[in-house]
């Protein structure tokens, strides 16, 4: 089965760029394109795709503001929104992580990494680019006002569980979190979903960002 994506992003010859890169895989396929947040919301609602990628800077409603709309949107749950970016560490990359993205590209990527890319996001098993994602995470968490009172879900969360989303916050998939805690990859999942659900997290991203935010994972010195 194909991976669906929708395009979004305010210049025509990026979104052509990016279309003619991603149906060069024959498991990938473009269903729609958009040149505004909004235009990105109306796609998703059409579509559901699996992967949205969307530019962060668009006139109108903006990619942030897109992305928050379609995190909120219940019947939204299964798309997962990349932000596209120049710049790796950008606090609009962050504040789109807050709000539900799933990752975020630089828009210089390699093709064969875009479309691996964009699988790894469609699977939902892994975090985007874990090293920089985490980093960018921890340094936007550590700003004075950051830190924002646990969920209420927190207090739910079995040793395991805490155990496992402290292993997603370091960037492990399911199957090195289940190698690591001697366990099946199935489980592992199992137990990231739960602790997902509880946390009010729209994947594992947010994941990470709740991580950092509430203190249940502490930067390293």
Known sequence: MSVRVVLADDQTLVRSGLRALLERADDIEV???AADGEGAVAAARA????????????????????????????????????????????????EALYAGASGFLLKEIEPEELREAVRVVAR?????????????IREFT????????????????????????????????????AERLVISPATAKTHVSRAMTKLHAHDRAQLVVLAYETGLVRPAP
């Not at 949205?52 to 109108?60: K, Q, V």
């Not at 006002?145 to 739910?156: A, F, I, Q, S, V």
């Open 47 to 94: 579509h559901r795709p699996d992967v949205l990628l969307m530019d962060i800077r668009m006139p109108g409603v903006d990619g942030i503001e897109a992305t928050r709309r379609i995190a909120a949107d219940a019947g939204l749950a299964s798309v997962r929104v990349v932000m596209l970016t120049t710049y790796e560490l950008d606090e609009y990359v962050f």
């Open 31 to 33: 269903v729609d394109e």
């Open 142 to 177: 550590a700003q004075p006002g950051r830190r924002r009172p646990p969920p209420e879900g927190l207090g739910e969360l079995t040793d395991r569980e805490r155990e496992v989303v402290a292993l997603v916050a370091q960037g492990l998939s399911n199957a090195a979190i």
């Open 124 to 136: 939902g098993d892994a975090l985007l680019a874990p090293s920089v994602t985490r980093r960018l």
